[in-house]
């Protein structure tokens, strides 16, 4: 499967550059969002790593799945220290949006019925975290007047324990020689397209689910 990298990039090109275009994170980047709509997006991603999370858990013996069940990977814990630090105790009340549930929904029926797919969804989340999240993080730490280093209380989802580069370059070698049957890999390509589009819907709901306010600081 040398070519799977490849394919995933190229197919899911369009909605990546989207994605990193749309209006949301554009907010968020220029911290131009409220602290009431950040804290929204931070529990809906909640939602959908404690469910992939959970799926690779239980299916930690799916060769396929190895390379993703790091724990150094995984973030749901991460965002719930952030979530308990800018929202507080009762962060978990927070409102799951309807895409969200359903993304959580998917990787949860994924679990038991196609598991070598949860890797499509795992692909889409923890690449992107790798590769971009640092200058989110240091968007956010400005917007939100928080300093220290990476360990700061609000921006542990960005902070990594292992450098994000080497993990970064772990997973696309990972990838390259993925133990995936060829008859689904078109299937596990396709996943990764859906994982971006469900992306993009929760995003526009977020959009529509909070006002636009002043900048975080």
């Keep these: 499967m040398s070519d799977l990298l490849e394919r995933l990039r190229t197919a899911t090109a369009p909605l990546h550059g989207e994605l990193e275009h749309h209006a949301l994170m554009q907010r968020i980047l220029g911290g131009r969002?409220?602290?009431?709509?950040?804290?929204?997006?931070?529990?809906?991603?909640?939602?959908?790593?404690?469910?992939?999370?959970?799926?690779?858990?239980?299916?930690?013996?799916?060769?396929?799945?190895?390379?993703?069940s790091h724990p150094a990977l995984f973030r749901s814990d991460a965002l719930a220290r952030d979530l308990r630090r800018l929202a507080g105790d009762e962060w978990a009340a927070l409102s799951v949006l309807p895409s969200a549930g359903a993304y959580a929904d998917t990787l949860r029926r994924?679990?038991?019925?196609?598991?070598?797919?949860?890797?499509?969804?795992?692909?889409?989340?923890?690449?992107?975290?790798?590769?971009?999240?640092?200058?989110?993080?240091?968007?956010?730490?400005?917007?939100?007047?928080?300093?220290?280093?990476?360990?700061?209380?609000?921006?542990?989802?960005?902070?990594?324990?292992?450098?994000?580069?080497?993990?970064?370059?772990?997973?696309?070698?990972?990838?390259?020689?993925?133990?995936?049957?060829?008859?689904?890999?078109?299937?596990?390509?396709?996943?990764?397209?859906?994982?971006?589009?469900r992306h993009r819907t929760l995003f526009d709901e977020l959009e529509r689910s909070t006002p636009h306010s002043p900048p975080l600081n």
């Design 33 to 68: 969002v409220s602290i009431a709509q950040y804290c929204l997006y931070l529990r809906n991603l909640h939602t959908i790593y404690a469910a992939l999370e959970r799926a690779l858990v239980a299916r930690g013996d799916e060769p396929s799945l190895q390379p993703f």
């Design 110 to 197: 994924l679990s038991t019925t196609q598991p070598a797919l949860l890797g499509a969804h795992a692909y889409v989340r923890y690449l992107g975290d790798l590769s971009g999240g640092r200058m989110v993080r240091s968007c956010v730490a400005s917007a939100l007047a928080i300093d220290g280093d990476e360990t700061a209380e609000g921006l542990a989802f960005y902070a990594f324990d292992t450098p994000p580069g080497a993990l970064a370059r772990q997973l696309r070698i990972d990838l390259q020689t993925l133990p995936l049957p060829p008859a689904i890999a078109g299937e596990f390509v396709a996943e990764a397209v859906a994982g971006f589009e």
